[in-house]
Nanobody, 124 residues
Framework: QVQLVESGGGLVQAGGSLRLSCAASGRTFSAYASAWFRQAAGKEREFVATIAASGRSTYYADSVKGRFTISRDNAKNTVYLQMNSLKPEDTAVYYC?????????????????WGQGTQVTVSS
């Protein structure tokens, strides 16, 4: 079992930055690929970014490419999402997720473990 706790959300003005963290406990952290998803009010949960277990490979949704950076520190059992140049349309609850296996994936259904979410609100 893997437990995930997100932090770092908040209210920021458009153009600002936030860094989300996802602390993991439980099984071997470095054996799991991970990802960030988000869900805006009234919309389905959507993929944001993913990273391989090694941290050497990443993939991003087109909507955040060039603005967001996913990373991980396997020694600290933590995954990060650095969000720059934030836009009002980035407003959502952000969730981290872990999947068995080392390869990244953008498919929501393959993720086994989810955090509780952290709210990000970007004002215009």
């Amino acid at each position: 079992q893997v437990q995930l706790v997100e932090s770092g959300g908040g209210l920021v003005q458009a153009g600002g930055s936030l860094r989300l963290s996802c602390a993991a406990s439980g099984r071997t952290f470095s054996a799991y690929a991970s990802a960030w998803f988000r869900q805006a009010a009234g919309k389905e949960r959507e993929f944001v970014a993913t990273i391989a277990a090694s941290g050497r490979s990443t993939y991003y949704a087109d909507s955040v490419k060039g603005r967001f950076t996913i990373s991980r520190d396997n020694a600290k059992n933590t995954v990060y999402l650095q969000m720059n140049s934030l836009k009002p349309e980035d407003t959502a609850v952000y969730y981290c997720a872990f999947k068995s296996g080392s390869s990244w994936s953008s498919v929501r259904g393959v993720y086994d473990y989810w955090g509780q979410g952290t709210q990000v609100t970007v004002s215009s």
